[in-house]
C-alpha cells in the first residue's frame, strides 16, 4: 500500500470512529450561545490557529455568530508575547473582550495545552480564565490526556489510527467538523454560493 492509500485509509478510520453525539451535543451548546447573543472566541496555535481563523469565517458568514480568533490580530499578540508572556496573550485579550457566561470558548488543538510541561500554555491560561467567568468551553483535539480533554465542558477527540500522524489527521478533521457544524441545519443561517 502506497502512503497516499495509507493515508486516506486512516481518514476513513478515524471518520468511522468519530463520535457524532459529542458534534450534536455541541452543536447545541453553539444554538444555545447564538440565542442568547453570545460570542464565540476560536483559540488554537500553529496550525490550529489558521483552522481558528478559517473557522471564525464560517461562523460568522454561513451561521451567523458573532466570532472571533484572537491570534487574527498579529500587533496585539506579539505586543501581548513580548510584554506578558506567552502563557497569558489569549486570557488577557478575552479580559479585554469581556468573556462572559454567554460567551463560549472554541479550542483547536492537537494536545490540549500542558501546564506542567509548557506546552500551549496559552491555551490553558485560556480555559481557566473561561470556567471563571462562566464561559461555555468546547474543544476539537487530537489527545485525551492534553489540558483541553481533562477541564472543557465538551470535548471531541479525533481518534488515534497512527501516532506519527495524529498532528495532519487532528488538524484534518477539526476542518471537517466545523464544517459539519455550519452546515448543520439547527446552525445554517446562509446558503454557500457554491
Given at each position: 500500500?502506497?502512503?497516499?492509500?495509507?493515508?486516506?485509509?486512516?481518514?476513513?478510520?478515524?471518520?468511522?470512529?468519530i463520535n457524532s453525539e459529542v458534534?450534536?451535543?455541541?452543536?447545541?451548546?453553539?444554538?444555545?450561545?447564538?440565542?442568547?447573543?453570545?460570542?464565540?472566541?476560536?483559540?488554537?496555535?500553529?496550525?490550529?490557529?489558521?483552522?481558528?481563523?478559517?473557522?471564525?469565517?464560517?461562523?460568522?458568514?454561513?451561521?451567523?455568530?458573532?466570532?472571533?480568533?484572537?491570534?487574527?490580530?498579529?500587533?496585539?499578540?506579539?505586543?501581548?508575547?513580548?510584554?506578558?508572556?506567552?502563557?497569558?496573550?489569549?486570557?488577557?485579550?478575552?479580559?479585554?473582550?469581556?468573556?462572559?457566561?454567554?460567551?463560549?470558548?472554541?479550542?483547536?488543538?492537537?494536545?490540549?495545552?500542558?501546564?506542567?510541561?509548557?506546552?500551549?500554555?496559552?491555551?490553558?491560561?485560556?480555559?481557566?480564565?473561561?470556567?471563571?467567568?462562566?464561559?461555555?468551553?468546547?474543544?476539537?483535539?487530537?489527545?485525551?490526556?492534553?489540558?483541553?480533554?481533562?477541564?472543557?465542558?465538551?470535548?471531541?477527540?479525533?481518534?488515534?489510527?497512527?501516532?506519527?500522524?495524529?498532528?495532519?489527521?487532528?488538524?484534518?478533521?477539526?476542518?471537517?467538523?466545523?464544517?459539519?457544524?455550519?452546515?448543520?441545519?439547527?446552525?445554517?443561517?446562509?446558503?454557500?454560493?457554491?
Amino acid at each position: 500500500m502506497s502512503y497516499s492509500q495509507k493515508h486516506l485509509e486512516e481518514t476513513i478510520q478515524i471518520t468511522a470512529a468519530i463520535n457524532s453525539e459529542v458534534i450534536d451535543k455541541m452543536i447545541d451548546v453553539l444554538v444555545s450561545v447564538k440565542s442568547n447573543k453570545g460570542r464565540v472566541f476560536f483559540l488554537g496555535v500553529g496550525g490550529s490557529s489558521a483552522n481558528a481563523s478559517h473557522a471564525v469565517n464560517d461562523f460568522r458568514k454561513l451561521a451567523g455568530i458573532e466570532s472571533y480568533a484572537p491570534t487574527d490580530n498579529i500587533a496585539e499578540l506579539t505586543a501581548r508575547t513580548n510584554d506578558e508572556g506567552w502563557p497569558t496573550v489569549f486570557s488577557g485579550w478575552l479580559k479585554v473582550s469581556n468573556l462572559n457566561s454567554n460567551d463560549c470558548l472554541f479550542i483547536l488543538s492537537v494536545g490540549g495545552g500542558d501546564k506542567k510541561r509548557s506546552v500551549s500554555s496559552n491555551l490553558c491560561e485560556a480555559i481557566d480564565y473561561g470556567k471563571v467567568v462562566g464561559a461555555r468551553i468546547l474543544g476539537i483535539v487530537g489527545r485525551d490526556g492534553g489540558y483541553t480533554a481533562k477541564n472543557a465542558d465538551l470535548v471531541l477527540i479525533i481518534p488515534t489510527v497512527n501516532e506519527d500522524n495524529v498532528t495532519p489527521h487532528s488538524e484534518s478533521f477539526q476542518v471537517i467538523v466545523w464544517h459539519l457544524m455550519v452546515s448543520h441545519p439547527k446552525l445554517k443561517l446562509n446558503p454557500t454560493k457554491w
